[in-house]
């Protein structure tokens, strides 16, 4: 769902005209006060913000920003931009933040699967060499070779993930 914020008196057109071009529902509000209210309590994909109206909220702008969570904001002067012109931006602004979140986890993918495997490492390292030690009880030994076969199987399945 998108949240069209715009004082203009045509907002009910506005957001009719955006729901035929997007495809997608487009809730309707005319304060950014109300936005901020409304973004705390629903999820939107998508926050479309009538320019003039943001410079003479200022204050209110910055609540709203605030509790934007994953909204894509997008500001628009709803005066000279059809809603043609609105949904290019509008979806062009969702594909770039789409692909940013992307990048942004694969990025944390291999950081983790980094860290994962350094610690499986040391696991298999610390494991290997005090089962070399000459005075390691059967029964230590016996599950420190256990301990260095799951490290062994974990490094098995990070190798194959990548």
């Known amino acids: 769902m998108i949240l069209l914020v715009t004082s203009s008196q045509r907002r009910a057109e506005c957001g009719n005209a955006l729901e035929q071009v997007l495809g997608e529902s487009v809730e309707v509000c ?56 609105i949904g290019r931006e509008l979806r062009s602004a969702m594909r770039r933040h ?22 499986v490492t040391g696991i298999l390292l610390s494991t290997e060499l005090a089962m070399r030690s000459a005075e390691m009880p059967a029964e230590a030994l016996e599950k420190l070779t256990a301990v260095c076969a799951l490290a062994s199987n974990i490094r098995v399945r990070l190798e194959n993930v990548n």
């Open 98 to 119: 789409r692909e940013s979140r992307l990048i942004a986890i694969r990025a944390a993918e291999i950081q983790l699967r980094s860290e994962i495997r350094d610690a």
């Open 30 to 85: 005319e304060t950014v006060r109300k936005a901020s209210s409304l973004l705390r309590s629903n999820e939107y994909s998508a926050v479309v913000m009538d320019d003039p109206m943001v410079e003479t909220e200022g204050e209110a702008l910055e609540s709203l920003m605030n509790h934007l969570g994953l909204a894509v904001p997008v500001y628009v002067n709803l005066a000279v931009s059809n809603a043609e012109r």
